[in-house]
Nanobody
Framework: QLQLVESGGGLVQPGGSLRLSCAAS????????IGWFRQAPGKEREGVSC????????DYADSVKGRFTISRDNSKNTVHLQMKSLKPEDTAVYYC????????????????????WGQGTQVTASS
């Protein structure tokens, strides 16, 4: 059973940066695509970014392109989401999720394809 734990959230001023981490245990992440999703109060969950198991394919929501960067370190069973130039509208609970997928595939639009989810970490961008 794969377990995911997010960390790195917090309160930051607009324009600031945070680095989220998604640490896996129970199984290795080598065969899993990882996605980051977020949900703000009163809003639907949305896909933020994803990375394929090979690390060669990445995708980003238009709202975060150029500001967020996803990366993975399979040797440490960890995926990171570097977030820069944070805006108040980035405020949400951020979740990482994993799915077994072909090595070049990941999706930020099909949350239902992900089999494992973390408990989430709160990100708040506010002055």
């Amino acid at each position: 059973q794969l377990q995911l734990v997010e960390s790195g959230g917090g309160l930051v001023q607009p324009g600031g940066s945070l680095r989220l981490s998604c640490a896996a245990s129970g199984l290795t992440l080598d065969d899993y695509a990882i996605g980051w999703f977020r949900q703000a109060p009163g809003k639907e969950r949305e896909g933020v970014s994803c990375i394929s198991s090979s690390g060669d394919s990445r995708d980003y929501a238009d709202s975060v392109k150029g500001r967020f960067t996803i990366s993975r370190d399979n040797s440490k069973n960890t995926v990171h989401l570097q977030m820069k130039s944070l805006k108040p509208e980035d405020t949400a609970v951020y979740y990482c999720a994993a799915q077994r997928a072909a090595e070049y595939y990941c999706s930020i639009y099909r949350g239902d394809e992900y089999d494992y989810w973390g408990q989430g970490t709160q990100v708040t961008a506010s002055s």
